[in-house]
């Protein structure tokens, strides 16, 4: 693992109470990073960004590279999976609240980041997961596996180990280490990932998708089976459906 030290820090943060660390996983993303990060870097509400290159085998390293002298970056010469490159984000973030953030997002704006923030600034949840949402249209239970996520780091902290040995389930994982009244979730309008098939071959997709499908049914009995994530689940469904 090669570990750079460069830091974004940012006079004009919006809090000063606390010190915000954004944590961008990144495999195989050359085609969205660069305009992600000019974006990014921008943002006055983040104080800090780590980028951990999860083996990737294309440019993304390279373009990484460019932006050395705003963003910490980490690069794992092999694959280690989302979980271990959040947990290494998260050990190497030096704010109290750490945000995760998908390098894929289209349209991503300060107003997103300040949506996933402002209810740990204002102490309403311990645990904040926003999902992209385009329209009016309710229930998606593709909320519960969305990757843009805000924590205090020391909530986090106990659990590292258990992260690093998860893949495409730590999303579940996560959802289940907090108590549903500790969870909030907020839909970040108009915003939205470059979906698989637009950024690989579709026989590409395909083993992914089959990939990342097992990998969450292992998860189950730690997340989806656990009775916090079972009640999540039912709040999040009685949240949409008409009173009697």
């Known amino acids: 693992m090669t570990d750079r030290h460069f830091f974004n820090h940012s006079e004009n943060s919006m809090d000063k109470r606390h010190f915000i660390s954004a944590i961008i996983p990144i495999y195989n993303e050359e085609k969205n990073i660069e305009n992600f990060l000019h974006s990014l870097s921008s943002f006055k509400n983040i104080d800090e960004i780590i980028c951990v290159d ?43 609240i750490v945000i995760f953030l998908d390098a894929d997002l289209l349209n991503l704006s300060q107003q997103h980041v300040q949506t996933l923030l402002d209810p740990l600034f204002e102490d309403q949840a311990a645990a904040v997961v926003g999902y992209c949402k385009s329209s009016e249209i309710h229930l998606n239970l593709v909320e519960f596996i969305s990757g843009q996520r805000a924590y205090h780091k020391q909530d986090l902290l106990p659990h ?44 590409v997709v395909a083993r992914q998708y089959y990939v990342e499908g097992k990998e969450i049914i292992q998860t189950l009995p730690k997340t989806v089976l656990t009775q916090r994530f079972a009640a999540i689940l039912l709040n999040r469904i009685k949240a949409f459906l008409p009173l009697v």
């Open 160 to 203: 590292l180990a258990e992260m690093e040995t998860m893949r495409y389930g730590i999303e579940m994982y996560l959802n289940s280490l907090f108590h549903p009244s500790d969870v909030t979730f907020v839909p970040l309008m108009k915003l939205r990932s470059v979906y698989k098939f637009e950024k690989q071959k579709s026989t």
């Open 54 to 96: 999860d083996g990737s085998q294309d440019h993304s390293l390279d373009i990484l590279n460019l932006y050395a002298h705003q963003i910490k970056i980490i690069h794992f010469p092999i694959n280690k999976g989302k979980g271990s490159a959040l947990a290494a984000g998260i050990k190497a973030a030096r704010g109290d």
